[in-house]
């Protein structure tokens, strides 16, 4: 486009396969807050599963149902790619103050999110990376770099049947003061309650929704070691029927680890090895 008013901010590309399930996600000169709660409900939007329009007596059904009978049905690969390109994500110390302290994080940014390759399932390219905090709202009269521009590259890989994170940069200069550390703090305490919140406001929104026995049957799963996110979702997906959940779970979610079990364990699966910072 040849003037900024006419150029495009936001595009969402959507391709739906049998087998593959592909977001393609571009912003553009865009200030994104980093909310949890809200960015929670997004992600619930993209991952949910449309209802199938076809009619059961077409041949697409009829082979999706011989698929199911016979247990042979894989699950979709689904691939997300996020390009961000000259954009800020803006994470405030305080949500409910519009001008309350905050951090800028200002790059050109490209990540691609494959849960089924194991191999590598996240990759992240952040180039002209900055960072600078500030007081919303009053950006220029109160930014104050932390980080100078840099080339940041982080990827999640499996090695020897260890998660490994690889982070890579070069010529890092960072600069950071005391009120900066009070704030980060401050932040990091927030995330967990954002989250904690985004997650009991998307149950109860299912539980107002469901049959009466709903929530007798999400018990029963969640005595197997599941969360109730993924009782709720299997439910969901079989229809209330309890044994297809339960066996739906198996082939789709992992059961919640024993922290009263081995330490050394929940070590070795939770571990991430940074290396070349």
């Given at each position: 486009?040849?003037?900024?008013?006419?150029?495009?901010?936001?595009?969402?590309?959507?391709?739906?396969?049998?087998?593959?399930s592909?977001f393609?996600?571009l912003?553009n000169?865009?200030?994104?807050m980093?909310?949890?709660?809200?960015?929670?409900?997004?992600?619930?939007?993209?991952?949910?599963?449309?209802?199938?329009?076809c009619?059961?007596?077409?041949?697409?059904?009829?082979?999706?149902?011989?698929?199911?009978s016979?247990?042979?049905e894989?699950?979709?690969?689904?691939?997300?790619?996020?390009?961000i390109?000259?954009?800020?994500?803006v994470?405030?110390?305080?949500?409910?103050?519009?001008?309350?302290?905050?951090?800028?994080?200002?790059?050109?940014?490209?990540?691609?999110?494959?849960?089924?390759?194991v191999?590598?399932?996240?990759?992240?390219?952040?180039?002209?990376?900055?960072?600078?905090?500030?007081?919303l709202?009053?950006?220029?009269?109160?930014?104050?770099?932390?980080?100078d521009p840099?080339?940041?590259?982080?990827?999640?890989?499996?090695?020897?049947?260890?998660?490994?994170?690889?982070?890579?940069?070069?010529?890092?200069?960072?600069?950071?003061?005391?009120?900066?550390?009070?704030?980060?703090?401050?932040?990091?305490?927030?995330?967990?309650?954002?989250?904690?919140?985004?997650?009991?406001?998307?149950?109860?929104?299912?539980?107002?929704?469901?049959?009466?026995?709903?929530?007798?049957?999400?018990?029963?799963?969640?005595?197997?070691?599941?969360?109730?996110?993924?009782?709720a979702?299997?439910?969901?997906?079989?229809?209330?029927?309890?044994?297809?959940?339960?066996?739906w779970?198996?082939?789709?979610a992992?059961?919640?680890?024993?922290?009263?079990?081995?330490?050394?364990?929940?070590?070795?699966?939770?571990?991430?090895?940074?290396?070349?910072?």
């Amino acid at each position: 486009m040849s003037s900024e008013e006419d150029t495009v901010q936001a595009q969402v590309h959507h391709r739906r396969l049998l087998n593959m399930s592909k977001f393609t996600i571009l912003l553009n000169n865009m200030r994104l807050m980093a909310i949890l709660d809200w960015w929670e409900t997004v992600r619930d939007f993209i991952l949910e599963n449309p209802e199938n329009p076809c009619p059961a007596n077409n041949v697409l059904g009829v082979n999706r149902e011989e698929k199911k009978s016979s247990g042979t049905e894989e699950p979709v690969a689904f691939e997300m790619k996020l390009n961000i390109t000259n954009s800020e994500v803006v994470f405030v110390e305080d949500t409910s103050q519009w001008d309350s302290n905050s951090v800028i994080l200002k790059s050109t940014t490209v990540i691609t999110y494959r849960p089924l390759v194991v191999e590598k399932p996240l990759s992240c390219n952040l180039n002209h990376c900055e960072m600078f905090s500030c007081i919303l709202g009053m950006e220029d009269e109160t930014a104050l770099s932390i980080i100078d521009p840099v080339t940041v590259n982080i990827e999640i890989v499996l090695d020897k049947d260890v998660k490994t994170l690889k982070v890579h940069m070069v010529h890092l200069s960072l600069r950071l003061s005391y009120h900066d550390v009070r704030m980060f703090s401050q932040m990091l305490e927030s995330l967990p309650k954002q989250t904690r919140w985004a997650r009991s406001h998307s149950l109860q929104a299912v539980y107002n929704t469901r049959p009466a026995n709903f929530k007798g049957q999400l018990t029963k799963l969640s005595a197997l070691g599941f969360t109730e996110s993924d009782c709720a979702t299997a439910l969901e997906k079989c229809n209330g029927q309890l044994d297809d959940a339960a066996l739906w779970l198996t082939q789709h979610a992992f059961p919640v680890q024993d922290t009263s079990g081995d330490r050394n364990n929940t070590s070795v699966n939770r571990s991430f090895t940074v290396i070349e910072v």
